[in-house]
């Protein structure tokens, strides 16, 4: 069956056969996607080596993990998982050198391993804990309370998760808490839009709760509230748009005059954003306001709702992209992004510089953990070649040493890592990391996957990554590329790669691959391509734009109808990067390109594998679903077009390692066969 829906605009007109496969729901699209998964199963089980590799990454994941401390008042809650476990599990301990106490396992939520802990906010005495459950493992969460000492929840009805319910901060003295949720007054059309910020108070039904806050904001307005340490100030943030354009703005309100309001302190500023903190009176505040790589700056909140508003540059701007910031009793701790790695400074809170810490290497470091008249702080690190570590730094001693270490599970020591450099179409000079085997022949003829993203401010940063270990140790080669459209060089470079500069990063990411080619480490046959989300969106570009480039392309959770993303979940929130449908000189652009509409009848197209989950709701599974359809439908060369959809799972696919391992081994035998490397 199918629908053909006449897409009409000024600059096209567009005859869609695909538009039932937008319902999941319609029995149509369940036959149509019964009948996808036996046939690609069929192909996965013809590959040889699709046992051995999930034997190899099961034994890769098979150590101890654990996740950084989060103190409150002398209580330490902390993600862990053992070796044999498929997930993590949520303690607390009394002192650092107390007994572990488990609080919520994961492994236990449900029969299958789809319900997640999917967020958790101890109150500042640590007494009690607001956390959130997921039966999908997607964004659609209900909200619980737990009496920490007991492990027991709360009496209150849970505040159920058809609003999507959003956790934002705890009263001062734990009596109560406030959130956002969609207003029920609002479409219920659009469950992610229409948010609000709620009170709850411990013990009353959450029904009744009202909001406090953003009964006034736009639709696709973001608000969320924080409350000072002292519990004087209630700061309320909204991340906004203006004319396509982000912004954000911040209220404050005085807690302590009975019946005062939300004043508006920093204005927002069309193309620009910030993020704040409250420490001791004063308004920490990170912007990209005319410093595209961003800066500090303090501001007196009293002055401030006396309308005195005249922020002191702490931090300026410097050639290090200034990624995060904790204000830790003295102590203001900022993390900076220099050539794609990370350096931390220590400074005081009049912005001397202290020190810089030290850290093991090149890699990426930060996921700050404190309280804030704490005497330490916890961070992590982790690169291509060292395993996860969480560090804790003695703010009395000034003493950090390492915490907690993950194994890597094979051996670091084999394996090399180089940053190279590399001209894109207009000249632009782009990053790229590659990974492999030391003393690997650089010979023209090594299987190499390019990944890449190049979107939403986002920096692709060096990481541990244990998945591509098989590949590595097969004489792989797997490249990273930091594409325009990433955060890794500030405001300009996001920009760069925005809206009608998307073409950026297609043109980026397609000169890594003949880069990759000319510079003697792989050839065409041996290529594969592999992005996710916005990244996926690159891949299925690069192959309708270049369609005789690469061997293989891999798009997880894609997405690449360029006409419709707006009108699904939360797509109306990514018109600020890639622009709105809905005006027709964009509309245009975004035609010129969108995946799903340019792929053309009769083309020999590479291997495909699309990679979606059936509850994703932040990039909707028809996404890829239309994207597969149009390919198979117009392909004419012998190379397969295979989607996989992961079950009762979300954007970030499988949550138990025992499934993550068996969509990783697909991925990977789809990879091995492609690139002939299967003996």
């Known amino acids: 069956m199918e629908d053909k829906v006449n897409n009409k605009a000024k600059t096209e ?20 996607l019964r009948g996808q998964a036996e046939k690609t199963e069929a192909y996965f089980q013809r590959i040889p080596v699709r ?70 906010s101890p109150s500042r005495d640590g007494k009690f804990m607001v956390y959130g459950l997921s039966k999908a493992g997607n964004d659609r969460e209900e909200l619980r309370v737990m009496h920490v000492a007991t492990g027991n929840d709360l009496a209150d009805l849970p505040i159920p998760a058809e609003g999507y319910p959003s956790f934002n901060t705890w009263n001062a003295d ?19 839009l229409h948010q609000r910020v709620y009170y709850h108070l411990l013990g009353s039904d959450p029904f009744g709760d009202e909001i406090v806050f953003g009964d006034d904001l736009k639709k696709e307005d973001i608000p969320s509230v924080g409350l000072s340490e002292d519990g004087h100030f209630l700061k309320a943030t909204v991340w906004c748009q203006v004319n396509g354009l982000h912004c954000t703005k911040l209220f404050i309100k005085d807690m302590r005059k009975v019946g005062g309001n939300f004043i508006l302190v920093l204005k927002k500023q069309p193309g620009s954003e910030f993020s704040t903190m409250t420490h001791r009176g004063q308004l920490y505040i990170r912007t990209n306001y005319n410093a595209p790589r961003w800066r500090i700056e303090v501001l007196d909140i009293n002055e401030a709702l006396q309308g005195r508003i005249h922020p002191t540059v702490l931090i300026p701007e410097s050639d290090a992209l200034v990624e995060e910031y904790d204000v830790v009793g003295n102590h203001l701790f900022v993390s900076f992004l220099h050539n794609v790695h990370t350096v931390i400074k220590q400074y005081d809170l009049n912005g001397t510089v202290v020190r810089e810490l030290q850290l093991p290497g090149l890699g990426t470091a930060g996921g700050f953990s404190s309280e804030a008249e704490g005497n330490e702080l916890f961070y992590s690190f982790s690169s291509f070649v060292v395993p996860p570590s969480i560090y804790r730094l003695d703010l009395t001693t000034g003493s950090s040493a390492l915490f907690k270490k993950m194994d890597a599970g094979f051996d670091v020591r084999k394996i090399k890592t180089t940053q190279v450099w590399y001209r894109s179409k207009d000249g632009t000079t782009i990053p790229m990391f590659l990974i492999y085997k030391k003393g690997l022949a650089q010979n023209g003829n090594n299987p190499t996957l390019l990944y890449g993203y190049g979107g939403f401010d986002i920096s692709l940063t060096p990481n541990f990554t244990s998945s591509i270990v098989p590949f590595i140790e097969r004489d792989g080669i797997y490249a990273i590329a930091n594409i325009r459209g990433g955060g890794e060089y500030g405001k300009e470079w996001h920009e760069a790669g925005m809206k009608t500069n998307k073409q950026n990063s297609f043109d980026d990411f397609a000169a890594a691959a003949r880069w990759l080619i000319q510079a003697g480490y792989t050839r065409k046959e041996r290529l594969a391509i592999l992005g996710g989300s916005n990244g996926g969106l690159l891949t299925m570009t690069t192959i309708t734009q270049n369609h ?22 939360g797509g109306v929130h990514w018109i600020p990067d890639y622009g709105n449908p809905d005006e027709p000189e964009m509309r245009k652009y975004l035609f010129g390109y969108s995946p799903y509409h340019n792929v053309r009848d009769g083309e020999k197209y590479p291997a495909v594998l699309i990679i979606t989950s059936d509850n994703d709701d932040r990039v909707h599974p028809m996404h890829s679903y239309k994207m597969a359809a149009r390919l198979q439908e117009a392909n004419t060369s012998s190379n397969p077009i295979l989607l996989r959809v992961e079950l009762k799972a979300g954007h970030g696919g499988a949550s138990a390692i025992s499934k993550y391992v068996e969509q990783a081994s697909d991925m990977w035998s789809f990879v091995f066969d492609q690139l002939g490397m299967i003996k």
Not at 175 to 192: C, I, M, N, Q, V
Not at 551 to 564: E, G, H, N, Y
Request: net charge negative; glycine share 6%.
């Open 13 to 32: 007109t567009w005859v869609e056969p695909h538009r039932y496969l937008e319902s999941n729901e319609r029995p149509e699209v369940q036959e149509w």
């Open 51 to 120: 046992d051995q590799l999930r034997k190899e990454l099961t034994e890769l994941f098979a150590h101890d993990d654990y996740g950084t401390p989060y103190g409150r008042c002398g209580r330490y809650f902390f993600f862990k998982r053992d070796a044999h476990q498929d997930m993590n599990v949520l303690y607390v301990q009394e002192g650092l050198s107390g007994t572990p106490r488990v609080l919520i396992d994961q492994n236990t939520l449900s029969g299958d391993k789809t319900t997640t802990l999917s967020s958790w």
């Open 174 to 192: 734990g009596s109560g808490f406030w959130y956002t949720k969609h207003d029920p007054r609002a479409p219920l059309s659009e469950p992610k």
């Open 548 to 569: 005789d480039l690469v061997k293989a392309a891999i798009a997880q959770v894609p997405v690449t109808d360029m006409l419709r993303y707006h009108l699904f979940d």
